[in-house]
């Protein structure tokens, strides 16, 4: 499966946190030809097994990604929304969005805003209608969901794209599946998509708890240290390879899982950096407190500008962090 067509398959989808129905199907869609057993659980994480009798291994990514939804509908026809997930005021003006039932519109905020001190409460999203009947017509409503209608493009190696956090490492995952297929795997093996960690690894929670995983890997993105302005709280660069999770400000990552990671690195000749984030969670962050505690670490593809209309990641990076998933699901795990 080829990385970009993944991205543009899984950024036509709609999936916002709490209303994945879309990105999901488009995943199980991909995944289930390559799975011995695909389930959904009530909050809605997919979980796409490959059957083996050694240790359970997990690996999580996200499928849900940061939005809008509709809080008030103005008389003269513009939306006002809440956040859905990390939403920045300043990263949103002119942004086009686009709704669940494909209707689209852009964000505006009023004349007179000092972008110095710029709120969400002053934007708001205008789709074009001239009255809140002009709305309803549209099948628009309170409580509806939306998100960048941003595309994607590449220059060189990089990738620039909404939602690389973390429909990347749905890719990897899938990736990974694919790169399994036909082989008898020795460790029972449960990719797990998850929901709602743009609002607190509510997803991961739950999952971890029905998988009862022996170790898990949490696969995400992680900011950059090579942005503009950088204020060095974090440790990864683009395309300096796989970046291995030691912190985030949710989870320690277990000793023995970063060695393991970076031993499996040195022996592939795979590209790998260290990756600390002082503030930002991941699903590894509820996976680890899971039941009696989980053997966990982490995986990520270092990503500029998370959150904005258009993030960017690295291809060779993407490629590394595959390789390195890969050795781990493939990898000898002592029993616990
Ligand atoms: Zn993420």
Redesign the pocket.
Known sequence: MDLLEILRTLNASHGPTGDEGGVRAAIRALAEPLADEVKEDALGNLIVRRKGKGPKVMLAA?MDSIGFIVTHIEENGYLRFGRLGGLSAIELCATPVRFANGVKGVVCLPEDADPKDLKLDQLSIDVGAESAKAVEALGLDLGDTAVYNTGLFTTGERVVSPYL??RIACAVLLQVLEALKGEKVKNDLYFVFTVQ?EVGLRGARTAAFAVKPDYALAM??TSTDDEPGSKHTSTARLGKGAAVKVMDHSVLCHPQVVQKLRDLAAEGNIPVQTDIMRSGG?DAGAIHQSRKGVLTGGISVPCRYIHTPQEMADRRDVAACVDLALAFVRAELPAL
């Open positions: 996200h956090d973390d960690e995400d993105v991941t």
